[in-house]
């Protein structure tokens, strides 16, 4: 039986770390990942974790160290921010291209300049095109959830990738919010211990990082690319199964008000649910408005967002991280490319919301929602940055 | 504090298994790879190593091809000691929780002298600091010649390479080289020592030494390199010995502190005599040369007096160290 208990996000996770039975933490502290790993170094000092913690001496030696115990055959854990991920970002292709599975939980933070530990999603969608299985939790069950989901998916027979469970630096990281804890029986019931494919082990020598020529290389990154949009299938599947031992429902694509909607907003993370009262209010005024919320950004699934958005005439595709220099960010190129093929496909609008810390507001989905008429008339196509002073 | 039990290799038992298969693609007298050869000699197939990105990782794993018998990882240049270190941790887990039924075996970490002085000395202190069980092998050929031979920290004063070219206004390299293992002694580390390849069982008999100590071990091997030194590619060993023998690389140990002198040379082989073979150090003046043998005469003195050699009677030379 699950118990409700109110905690701190990122203590949730790492409790849900602690419950995964992992071998091996290997971490360095940056705002707002801390709390993370501060409470799973006392759950290790306090014995209630048998684990190694590595208090490594940068974020590069976190994965790098995280990549060795993974090889080992250990379950391993690591979790970062903003500059961190961005130190990590050599050694962030080598997991999905080594086929080692791992976890990080990333408290998403702005990049400097100028420097800001507040949240958006800059940090990560530099790492987009590196090969990580990469969710966002809307909420602090989610990243408790999430979390445990992620070892089952990462060490997937198909899969065998490193899974990143995004999460909203501070408001999302550093809020209490109502958790429900399964029991450890239920968690193992879930999540087997691993059993590596292919590992370090001087009774089975193999070579692991080779040298790739011309005439391989390609063919390498195919085989991870095939990987990672293979894994979809096992997630789903995966998503299933923990609805059915925990009753809680996982799509890669979440819908919500989105019968009959004219307009939808599309948004990734912990706005989503500010974005959802903006909806309810909108809709008890009569306007025809929806919201798509993508949970799986990588793989990014296709046909679920297709369907998700099947006969809405305009899109409000909100990021939290700008492309400088493009006329569209992360999320909205993403979505327009997807669509330009569709026969009755729906003009779509990008917006930049939140950035750096910037309060995110009901009022502001409104404006989002109004510009969505406004810029349709006008026929702009660049993205909207909602509440930069001019 | 107990001796470390380890079994000591001699001319009359050389370890016949060769951990470090042939066939792979280093240059032609490449004296590197006979000391990584002679490190996993000793070393042994129960081991598992995790290399830097170089010329011995470039040279050793051209996929579908490998000269590894034991596990083998590369993951990037600068972070040899972290991924060893994963690797550590990660069996000490696994023992602990009853996942493996491996015991402890050595887990080396090997990189070059860039990989070690320049771009991994964050990784290495770290994991030094951390107290992980393993060895790093450092083999120093002076520069970075997988990618065609330029300065590293370690490149020794004066030596010509591609991005320290002696000129009107340079006389090649402008700085002394780093002093790696006195870096890694001051870490308090339980083992540090220096070997040659020229000097082949003291070499095994220190990698023995280092895989028995439990803790961090960090083992600095001259890697004479025929193609950036511009020599001849039979004078690999050759000028190991006489680095050796005209005091340019002291043969020495570190052990939880303490300074021991492998080879004491009271007299020493002219400094020319290991300069002149190699055509990085062609340029030199003679007031150059001058400078280049009195920092080598100090550096040397330093080390016995740290081993409290100049108290003690010379050993025999031209022997291999023990």
Redesign the interface.
Same mark, same amino acid.
Do not use: C
């Given at each position: 039986m699950s118990k409700r208990v109110g905690m701190e996000v990122s203590i949730a996770i790492s409790e849900a770390v602690k419950m995964a039975n992992v071998?091996?933490v290997?971490a360095y502290p940056i705002t707002p990942q801390t709390h993370i790993v501060e409470h799973l170094s006392e759950l290790v000092a306090e014995g209630e974790l048998?684990?190694?913690f590595?208090?490594?001496?940068?974020e590069?030696?976190a994965m790098? %160290?995280?990549?060795?115990?993974?090889?080992?055959? %250990?379950r391993?854990f690591t979790a970062t921010s903003s500059q961190g991920l961005a130190l990590m970002h050599?050694?962030m292709y080598?997991a999905p291209g080594?086929r080692l599975p791992m976890v990080m939980a990333v408290a998403n933070r702005a990049v400097s300049p100028p420097i800001s530990i507040w949240n958006d999603h800059s940090d990560i969608m530099a790492e987009r095109d590196t090969g990580w299985i990469q969710v966002f939790a809307e909420n602090g069950q989610e990243a408790f959830d999430l979390t445990i989901q992620a070892y089952r998916i990462a060490e997937h027979p198909d899969v065998q990738l490193p899974v990143a469970v995004n999460l909203d630096g501070f408001t999302l990281s550093h809020v209490v919010e109502p958790i429900l804890l399964p029991d450890q029986a239920e968690v193992d019931k879930f999540l087997p211990?691993w059993k590596p494919m292919l590992q370090?082990?001087?009774?089975?020598?193999?070579?692991?990082?080779?040298?790739?020529?011309p005439e391989?290389y390609f063919e390498a990154k195919k085989a991870t690319d095939e990987a990672l949009v293979g894994s979809q299938k096992a997630i789903v599947a995966i998503w299933d199964e923990f609805e059915k031992l925990f009753g809680r429902k996982y799509n890669p694509i979440e819908t919500y008000k989105t019968e009959g909607a004219e307009t939808i907003l599309v948004t990734m993370g912990s706005i989503s649910e500010t974005a959802m009262t903006a909806v309810d209010q909108m809709r008890d005024q009569g306007i025809p408005v929806g919201l798509v919320r993508i949970r799986l950004w990588r793989p990014f699934p296709d046909k679920e967002f297709k369907a998700a958005v099947k006969g809405a005439k305009k899109l409000g595709v909100i990021d939290r991280c700008l492309t400088l220099g493009s006329h569209a960010n992360p999320v909205g190129q993403e979505v327009r490319s997807l669509l330009y093929q569709e026969k009755d496909r729906p003009y779509v609008f990008n917006f930049a919301l939140g950035i750096g810390g910037r309060d995110v507001t009901r009022a502001d989905f409104r404006y989002i929602y109004d510009q969505c008429q406004t810029l349709a008339a006008q026929g702009q196509d660049r993205c909207h940055m909602v509440g930069v002073m001019e | 504090m107990s001796e470390l039990q380890y079994e000591k290799i001699s001319a009359k038992n050389l370890p016949q298994e060769e951990p470090f298969a042939p066939g792979h693609r280093a240059c032609q007298g490449c004296g590197e790879v006979l000391a990584l050869r002679m490190v996993m000699k000793a070393v042994g197939? /129960? +081991?598992?190593a &995790?290399s830097a990105t170089g010329c011995m990782?470039?040279c050793t $794993?051209?996929?579908?091809t $490998?000269s590894?018998?034991?596990?083998?990882?590369? &993951? +990037?240049f600068?972070?040899a000691a972290? &991924?060893? $270190?994963? &690797?550590?941790?990660?069996?000490? +887990?696994?023992r602990?929780?009853g996942?493996?039924s /491996?015991g402890r075996?050595p887990i080396l970490a090997i990189a070059g002298d860039g990989g070690t002085a320049d771009i991994g000395m /964050?990784?290495l $202190?770290?994991a030094l600091?951390?107290w992980q069980d393993f060895i790093y092998v450092c083999l120093d050929n002076e520069a970075y010649m997988n990618t065609g031979i330029q300065r590293s920290s370690s490149t020794p004063f004066g030596a010509m390479t591609t991005t320290s070219p002696p000129g009107k206004l340079s006389k090649g390299q402008a700085t002394w080289k780093k002093n790696m293992p006195a870096i890694a002694a001051a870490h308090g580390v339980p083992y540090v020592a220096t070997a040659s390849p020229a000097y082949y069982l003291d070499l095994m008999n220190k990698v023995r030494k280092a895989a028995a100590t439990e803790g961090p071990a960090y083992l600095h091997i001259y890697a004479p390199c025929p193609t950036g030194w511009r020599m001849k590619p039979e004078l690999a060993i050759e000028s190991a010995r006489l680095a050796v023998q005209s005091r340019v690389f002291p043969l020495y140990e570190v052990i939880n502190g303490q300074y021991i002198l492998n080879r004491k040379v009271d007299k020493p082989k002219p400094l020319t005599e290991y300069l002149k073979p190699q055509g990085r150090f062609r340029h030199l003046d003679a007031q150059t040369l001058a400078d280049i043998e009195a920092r080598v005469n100090a550096e040397y003195e330093k080390i016995v007096r740290l081993a409290g050699a100049d108290k003690k009677p010379a050993k025999a030379e031209d022997k291999p160290a023990e």
């Open positions: 071998d091996v290997a048998d684990a190694e590595m208090p490594v001496e940068s590069h030696s790098s %160290a995280s990549l060795g115990s993974a090889a080992a055959g %250990a391993t050599e050694l080598m080594l211990p370090l082990d001087p009774a089975k020598p193999i070579s692991m990082g080779m040298f790739g020529i391989i | 197939h /129960q +081991a598992i &995790v990782e470039v $794993s051209t996929f579908p $490998s590894w018998r034991t596990p083998w990882f590369h &993951v +990037a600068e972070n972290a &991924v060893a $270190s994963g &690797v550590d941790s990660g069996y000490k +887990a696994l602990r929780k996942k493996t /491996q075996f /964050q990784a $202190s770290g600091e951390r």
